[in-house]
């Protein structure tokens, strides 16, 4: 692996900490807030007030946390208001590459750099930039979401609301539930190290699977007829499940496509308006399979499998697009 050892890696890029054989994700280190009039937000950090043009968004097309940020900058009608940089898909010992239109960057971690001289910690995307004061606002997807959520309804008029009052604690709970078996359940079965770490992951991805399977068959969305963030949180895991996690990361129990009410939603929500767009599984197969040479050493990337989320069948013939 060159500079880095291959576990080094993960740790780094990633932000992981794989000791004793079992995956477990470090904290994100940039939580500042955007906000309609620059006020601090909910976690206590600065405010950076929205404008348009301001800010810019470093993302890759492989990473499920980037993926939400740029459903909701769709969803939110912000592709006016907030321009993108997407990475190379192949991460190897520099972490992210990048032709990076702001300050000619070639990798990302140069980026945190600019952002604070002295960081040590880890490099990820997303990345929500100002440009104004030339520093990271967040590296946090979950928060971003939110911002992007509410942040510029002022001044695209657009006020859609996933995280509607009335639903926080259904939302906060799924969104927990899910980020913990499948999000990151995926991944904690995919690196995993030891057998036994391998098969208690494997155990709680898919008890959680089934659950949602069950959920979605008596209700349109997980927090009932109303979609919210916590359907585009885990839409980003089940879109790349059977092209990528089934084989690469060996969750081959069975395919999101062997679940029906699952798979009829995963559908309905790949057909709202500009959410295809975010979608680019070239992207994402060369990503895995060519950057993660731990579990794939040879980097050969499956021609595979054939998937056509655009039939309008099942739920999906609910939804205009």
């Not at 807030?33 to 968004?57: D, I, M, V």
């Not at 990076?100 to 960081?119: T, V, W």
Request: a negative charge.
């Amino acid at each position: 692996m060159g500079l880095l050892q291959q576990g080094q890696w993960v740790d780094q890029w990633y932000g992981t900490d794989s000791s004793g054989g079992e995956f477990r994700r470090q904290a994100s280190h940039f939580r500042n807030w955007l906000t309609p009039n620059g006020e601090g937000g909910p976690s206590g950090e600065a405010g950076f007030k929205a404008q348009k043009g301001r800010y810019h968004l470093y993302v890759s097309l492989a990473c499920p946390w980037a993926h939400r940020t740029l459903i909701f900058r769709e969803l939110k009608q912000l592709q006016d208001y907030i321009d993108v940089t997407v990475v190379e898909p192949i991460m190897l010992e520099n972490g992210w590459e990048m032709n990076d239109p702001l300050y000619d960057l070639d990798f990302l971690y140069q980026l945190y750099l600019k952002a604070d001289a002295g960081y040590e910690g880890r490099v990820t995307v997303p990345v929500l930039w100002d440009k104004q004061t030339q520093t990271i606002v967040s590296n946090e997807s979950s928060d971003i979401i939110r911002m992007f959520n509410s942040a510029f309804n002022h001044l695209t008029g657009n006020h859609t609301d996933y995280y509607p009052e009335a639903l926080h604690q259904t939302i906060d709970t799924l969104n927990d539930g899910i980020y913990e078996t499948i999000n990151n359940g995926v991944y904690r079965a995919g690196f995993a190290t030891t057998q036994e770490a391998y098969e208690v992951a494997f155990q709680r991805l898919f008890e959680a699977l089934d659950e949602i399977e069950d959920l979605l068959t008596g209700q349109r969305y997980l927090a009932g007829e109303q979609i919210t963030e916590a359907d585009w949180r885990l839409f980003p895991t089940l879109i790349r499940f059977d092209a990528v996690y089934f084989g690469h990361f060996k969750t081959n129990r069975q395919r999101v496509a062997d679940y029906p009410a699952m798979s009829a939603y995963l559908r309905e929500l790949y057909q709202m308006p500009g959410v295809a767009d975010t979608v680019n599984f070239e992207h994402i197969k060369t990503h895995y399979y060519a950057s993660h040479l731990m579990i794939n050493p040879t980097g050969v990337i499956p021609v595979g499998p054939t998937q056509d989320f655009s039939d309008a069948h099942g739920r999906a013939a609910l939804t205009t697009v």
